[in-house]
């Protein structure tokens, strides 16, 4: 799904640059249905997150620091790297460059981007995209207090959807008279509703081939619906109250049924379903996989390619044609870009989990108390080729995500294997305190 999400924004950008560079009549229309519906990939983007980190909160208690520490390993490796490539471009092309002018400015602007503040506060982003990060940092901050603060791994499910689903509506009111991007926060309560709902033992079985037929059709109906709301493409002289704020508030709130009806059932697609074949496709599959690289760089490379194409095609070839023959032009290098910052940046550094400490007294205590975790849980690691047999759910797992293999931290093997690591260590448990004592290796 975050391959078909990510898609969805690349017809955004590429739609807008094309417009500024030529746009025949044919594709005029077209090209506005792209870019009105490309905005939704990111709307799904968060609905997923709202589900899977929703999902490891109200699992289990969270070490908050370490959690925070988690998630912005996840995400601030490959920001910082695609950041440094912006002020690098900006300084070496200052007719394009964002950034103020003035040392004091500058570096306030730059300041605000560094600590992803754009999106949530209105502060334009050096990256276009990255808007988006404030909201999905936001969630992380405040979705395991919310859920600690409030006790909510004692509450029974039907009373956190009713929690959230009221806690939505009124963020939904809030919204009507006064549009921002800060309505699309409504997503994360989809996700979260889309967890519950699937995490009943009821809603565990797999998906009929009609219900994935519907889910399909679910989609194209919500998102025309959402384009239809969408303000910007809202004829006034047809629906004019529905313009402005409340054609964007209704604009989210289709979206986030939209997206919470056909996650829900995408989860638990399985077998030669339509909707499972779709997601389960190989080039589709990586394009998730390396869904963050390419959502971060493809703006760029797809403003590159334009340059360089109107420098070396003559104006009679803009056109609706060009349209076309762009569309799959800019889509190749933007895919092998963001491969290159996937391989180089993003997996190494923040989808490898780190080595372990070795294994001397203090792990060892920690080990016996049964309290030591891998410095990277499971929820953090996102699914590789290597790990991704199948799309991002399976009927396998009971609707759950699939979980690539990671470390316990515990030693395997039979007790004899335990204590044979122990004593290799220089490490002997007494039986006396219970402890683990250190003493020298015979020789």
């Not at 500024?20 to 490309?38: E, F, H, K, M």
């Not at 908050?64 to 471009?89: E, N, Q, S």
């Not at 859920?147 to 009507?176: D, E, I, K, N, Y």
Request: a positive charge.
């Amino acid at each position: 799904m975050r391959g078909f999400a990510v898609l969805l924004v690349f017809g955004v950008h590429f739609t807008a640059i094309y417009d500024a560079w030529s746009r025949g009549p044919l594709t005029q229309g077209l090209a506005d249905v792209v870019y009105g519906i490309g905005h939704s990939g990111v709307d799904l983007f968060f609905v997923l997150s709202g589900y899977l980190i929703y999902g490891g909160v109200i699992r289990r208690a969270l070490h908050y620091p370490l959690y925070m520490r988690r998630r912005l390993r996840r995400i601030y490796p490959t920001f910082f790297a695609v950041f440094c490539l912006y002020v690098v471009l900006s300084m070496l092309v200052p007719s394009e460059s964002k950034i103020p002018d003035g040392a004091v400015p500058a570096a306030l602007y730059l300041g605000a981007n560094l600590l992803l503040l754009p999106g949530i506060f209105e502060i334009p982003p050096l990256n276009v995209v990255t808007w988006s990060l404030s909201f999905e940092v936001f969630y992380y901050l405040t979705i395991p207090l919310v859920v600690g603060v409030l006790a909510m791994r004692r509450w029974a499910s039907p009373w956190r959807v009713t929690f959230f689903v009221a806690l939505g509506t009124m963020w939904f009111v809030h919204c009507l008279d006064r549009e921002s991007l800060r309505t699309r926060l409504i997503m994360f309560v989809s996700g979260i509703v889309v967890y519950e709902v699937l995490h009943r033992r009821e809603s565990r079985a797999p998906a009929r081939v009609s219900a994935e037929w519907g889910a399909l059709a679910v989609l194209v109906s919500g998102l025309a619906l959402a384009f239809v709301f969408d303000p910007g493409y809202l004829k006034p002289a047809i629906l004019p109250q529905l313009g402005g704020p409340v054609g964007n508030a209704l604009h989210v709130l289709t979206l986030a049924v939209t997206f919470g009806i056909f996650v829900s059932i995408a989860l638990r697609a399985a077998g030669r379903g339509p909707l499972n074949v779709l997601l389960s496709a190989r080039p589709l599959r990586w394009w998730g996989n390396m869904s963050y690289s390419y959502y971060l760089i493809h703006s760029l490379t797809i403003q590159f390619v334009f340059l360089m194409a109107s420098r070396l095609l003559p104006e009679r070839f803009h056109g609706d044609a060009a349209f076309w023959v762009m569309s799959v032009v800019t889509l190749v290098p933007t895919w092998v870009v963001a491969t290159v910052l996937f391989l180089v940046v993003e997996k190494p550094v923040s989808l490898t989990v780190p080595p372990r400490p070795p294994l001397g007294l203090g792990r060892w205590r920690h080990l016996h108390r049964g309290d030591y975790a891998p410095p990277l849980q499971v929820d953090d690691v996102e699914p590789t080729p290597e790990t991704s047999s199948q799309p991002e759910a399976s009927a396998a797992s009971g609707g759950q995500t699939p979980r690539p293999t990671v470390p316990t931290g515990r030693p395997e093997g039979s007790p004899a294997t335990v204590r044979q690591a122990a004593h290799g260590a220089g490490v002997l448990r007494t039986r006396s305190s219970g402890r683990a004592t250190a003493r020298p290796r015979r020789r």
